[in-house]
C-alpha cells in the first residue's frame, strides 16, 4: 500500500494523486462494507436456516444450511442456487420434508431480503434493484460466480464515481443537482 502511494505520488501531480487515492479508499469502503455485509448476513441466514429446519424436523439441517449460507453470499440468485439442490435430495428422502423446506426457505428469504439484508448492508451499495440485477447478470456473464459476487461492489463503484464526477461537472458550471443556475 505504501509503495503504491509512493509510486502515484511518483508518477503524477500531486492533486491527480489525492483524487486516485481517495477512489481507491471509496472503492476500497465499498468493496469492504458489501463483502463483510454479505459474509455476515449469510452466517446469520445459515444458522437461521439451521434452526428452523432442526424445529421442523428435517432431515440433513447441517447439510441444507451449509449450502444455503454459502450461496447466499451470491446477491438476489445464491438464495435460489442453494436451495435447489437442498430441495431435491430432500424429494428424494422424504417429499414432505421437501415440501416443509420450500415453504420455510421461501419465508427465510422473505425475512431476509425485507429485514435482514438491508438491516446489514444498509445503504453501503447506494444503487437500486434493478442495476443490481444488471450488474450481477453481467458479473455472472464474464467471470462466472465470482462475477456474480464481485459484480455488485464493482457497479456500485462506478455509479458512485460517476455521481460524484457529475455533481463535480454541475458544480464547475454553476448548476445545482436540479439543474438550476446558482445564485452567485
Avoid at 472503492?27 to 445459515?46: N, V
Avoid at 432431515?59 to 439442490?85: K, S
Amino acid at each position: 500500500k505504501g509503495q503504491a502511494k509512493k509510486l502515484i505520488y511518483g508518477i503524477f501531480r500531486a492533486d491527480q494523486a489525492n483524487v486516485i487515492l481517495e477512489i481507491g479508499r471509496k472503492t476500497r469502503d465499498i468493496f469492504y462494507g458489501f463483502i463483510i455485509g454479505k459474509i455476515i448476513d449469510s452466517a446469520i441466514i445459515g444458522v437461521l436456516t439451521f434452526v428452523c429446519c432442526n424445529i421442523f424436523g428435517i432431515e440433513f439441517a447441517p447439510l441444507i444450511a451449509v449450502v444455503v449460507g454459502v450461496t447466499n453470499i451470491i446477491p438476489v440468485f445464491g438464495p435460489f442456487i442453494g436451495a435447489i439442490p437442498c430441495l431435491l435430495i430432500l424429494v428424494f428422502v422424504n417429499p414432505f420434508d421437501a415440501l416443509k423446506f420450500l415453504i420455510l426457505i421461501i419465508a427465510i428469504q422473505q425475512v431476509d431480503g425485507n429485514i435482514i439484508g438491508p438491516k446489514i448492508l444498509g445503504k453501503s451499495i447506494g444503487v437500486s434493484a434493478l442495476w443490481v440485477l444488471v450488474a450481477i447478470v453481467i458479473g455472472g456473464d464474464l467471470l462466472g460466480v465470482v462475477g456474480m459476487v464481485v459484480g455488485v461492489p464493482t457497479f456500485a463503484t462506478f455509479y458512485g464515481l460517476l455521481r460524484q464526477f457529475t455533481a463535480w461537472c454541475l458544480e464547475r458550471r454553476g448548476i445545482d443537482a436540479e439543474g438550476n443556475p446558482r445564485a452567485k
